[in-house]
Structures are given as C-alpha cells and as structure tokens.
C-alpha cells in the first residue's frame, strides 16, 4: 500500500506575486503562428477553457482557505489566486479578440461554463463534513489539472519550435508568461491538497477523473475552433497522427511525452517540484516584456 505521509515542503520560501500583465491584441492574425491552423487552434483551446477553468480555481481554493492551518501555505495559495485570476483575464482578452475576427467561440464556453458552475461547482446544500469532503474533491481535481498545466508552461518555455516558425511574439509572451507562472506555483495545489488530505487514494482519484476529462475537452475544442474558423470553412479536421507531426515539429506538446507525465503523478513518492525548473521560470519572468512592464506600472 502506497505511503500516506506527506511530502517534506521542498519550497518554504515561495512568494507568489500576481503580475498584472497587459497584452495589445490588435494587430494579432487570426492564424498567429503562419500557415499552422492546425498548431494555431490546438494551443489556442488554452483560451477556451482557461477563463472560467481558472476562475473555478479560484473559487475553490477561496473556499479552502477557512481549512488551512499552515500560515506559509495560507500565504502560497493567496498568491496562487492572485495569479489564476490574472490569468483568467489574459486569456478572456483573446477570446475577446477571437470574437472581433469572425470567429464566436460562445457557444463552447457556454459549455464550459455550465461544466464548471453546475457539475463542478459549489453544492449550496451541504454544510460540516460533507461540504468539506465536497471542497477537498475539488482540491484533488485542481491539483491534478495543475500538474498538467505545469507540464505545458514548461513546454511553452522549451518550444524553440514556435520561435522558428515565427509565432506572434505577443502571443508567445503570453504563453510563456503564463507558462513561467504556472511552473512557478506549481506546487500550491498539490500541497493544499496534501495538507487537507494525505491519503493517496484522493490524489490518484483527481487525476484519474480530471485527466480524462482535460484530453476530452481540449480535442472537442480542437473541433470547435477548426470548425468555427471563418477562413478554413470546415476544410481541416483533426487528427492525432497530425498532432505527433507538429508536435515532432515543435509546435505542440507531445502527447506521449504529457502522457508519461501523467503517470509520474502516480508514484507514491511525486511532488511537483520534481516537474520543470523555478529557476527558469523565474528566468523568463525578469525578461517577459509584459511582466517587466507591469513591474513598472
């Protein structure tokens, strides 16, 4: 039987700061990366599922903060809303701008937002122990998302494949700011939810729900967004033998590799830290033109 101890906290002196970035979207092709419709729409599901996935976050982690006795770990997760409801509205500013293109990406969101409110949102009935066990679900669910968007903000940071296909630079900045972010806060989730519950058992139930379900969403956003592409109309559809070759390319993440990524979060002695590099993170954040104009403001 897996062990049920705790972690040692591997990061006692993180300090999250939300880093209020600001974009200018207007002169942003609908294709950002060149004659890649494909790479385009595939990372630009992130925009979908992002603004109310993050403002979900924040919610729960909101209703966790009663339940956390650590003050340093208080003080982490304040800094990890901070930053996911900054997140949040960069992100919305590119759907925003998606819109003004000819490309309506509602009818998706709808959706994801009756995902996030209705299925996996607060149960107003409840109260003691039950409304607590409801919040500590919802922790693991989060803990598990967030060791996949670590997993991508680390690749945004490696991708030298975007940068030789000329991407637009603001777009990669964005990616690589929130990238940096999550590789950053990686852990706040994982600890929030080892805090609140160490047993092994949870964390594998997140991620064997969340995992999933986070696979199914991005290949129906795929779909949508090739299929709501105004200058494509309907003519490319996707299929996983195109994501290998754009991910050989440097376009994409690698399905296998995120899918041994997903396995590591199994082993009974995983913590996230053992995922990407602070200090590389930390690196392009000093260097981010958003974040280093936002310092200045």
């Not at 995902?115 to 679900?137: A, Q, T, W, Y």
């Not at 968007?149 to 929130?178: E, K």
């Given at each position: 039987?897996?062990?049920?101890?705790?972690?040692?906290?591997?990061?006692d002196?993180l300090?999250?700061?939300?880093?209020?970035v600001q974009?200018?979207?207007?002169?942003l092709?609908?294709?950002w990366i060149p004659?890649?419709?494909?790479a385009?729409?595939?990372?630009?599901v992130?925009?979908l599922?992002?603004?109310?996935?993050e403002r979900w976050f924040?919610?729960?982690f909101?209703?966790?903060?009663p339940?956390i006795t650590?003050?340093?770990l208080?003080?982490?997760v304040?800094?990890f809303?901070?930053?996911e409801a900054?997140h949040?509205?960069?992100?919305q500013e590119?759907?925003?701008?998606l819109?003004?293109?000819?490309?309506?990406?509602?009818?998706?969101i709808?959706q994801i937002g009756?995902l996030?409110h209705?299925?996996l949102?607060?149960?107003?009935?409840?109260s003691?122990?039950?409304?607590r066990e409801?919040?500590?679900e919802?922790?693991?669910?989060?803990a598990?998302?967030?060791?996949?968007?670590?997993f991508?903000?680390?690749?945004?940071?490696?991708s030298?494949?975007?940068d030789?296909?000329?991407?637009?630079?603001?777009?990669?900045?964005l990616l690589?700011?929130?990238?940096?972010?999550?590789v950053?806060?990686?852990s706040v989730?994982y600890?929030?939810l080892?805090h609140?519950?160490?047993g092994?058992?949870?964390?594998?139930?997140g991620m064997?729900?969340?995992g999933?379900?986070?696979v199914?969403l991005w290949?129906?956003g795929v779909r949508?967004?090739l299929?709501a592409?105004?200058e494509l109309?309907?003519r490319?559809r996707?299929?996983?033998?195109?994501?290998q070759i754009?991910?050989?390319?440097?376009?994409l993440p690698?399905?296998?590799?995120m899918?041994?990524?997903a396995a590591r979060y199994?082993?009974p002695g995983?913590?996230?830290?053992?995922?990407?590099?602070?200090?590389q993170?930390?690196?392009y954040l000093a260097?981010s033109?958003?974040?280093?104009?936002?310092?200045t403001r």
């Amino acid at each position: 039987m897996p062990s049920t101890t705790p972690p040692p906290r591997i990061h006692d002196s993180l300090v999250l700061e939300p880093r209020d970035v600001q974009f200018d979207w207007s002169s942003l092709p609908l294709h950002w990366i060149p004659d890649e419709p494909f790479a385009t729409h595939t990372i630009n599901v992130l925009h979908l599922l992002l603004p109310e996935g993050e403002r979900w976050f924040v919610r729960v982690f909101s209703e966790a903060l009663p339940m956390i006795t650590d003050e340093q770990l208080r003080e982490e997760v304040l800094g990890f809303i901070g930053q996911e409801a900054i997140h949040a509205e960069a992100h919305q500013e590119v759907l925003d701008h998606l819109l003004r293109q000819g490309l309506d990406p509602r009818p998706y969101i709808r959706q994801i937002g009756w995902l996030f409110h209705r299925v996996l949102g607060d149960k107003p009935g409840l109260s003691g122990r039950r409304r607590r066990e409801n919040i500590i679900e919802r922790v693991a669910f989060v803990a598990a998302i967030e060791h996949f968007t670590a997993f991508l903000g680390n690749w945004a940071l490696n991708s030298p494949g975007l940068d030789r296909a000329q991407a637009d630079p603001t777009m990669l900045d964005l990616l690589r700011w929130h990238g940096a972010e999550e590789v950053e806060h990686r852990s706040v989730a994982y600890d929030l939810l080892v805090h609140l519950d160490p047993g092994y058992l949870r964390r594998m139930r997140g991620m064997l729900v969340s995992g999933p379900l986070l696979v199914h969403l991005w290949v129906r956003g795929v779909r949508f967004l090739l299929a709501a592409d105004p200058e494509l109309r309907g003519r490319i559809r996707p299929t996983w033998r195109d994501a290998q070759i754009q991910a050989r390319r440097g376009l994409l993440p690698d399905p296998r590799a995120m899918a041994r990524s997903a396995a590591r979060y199994f082993r009974p002695g995983y913590h996230p830290t053992q995922e990407g590099s602070s200090s590389q993170a930390l690196g392009y954040l000093a260097t981010s033109p958003a974040a280093r104009a936002a310092a200045t403001r």
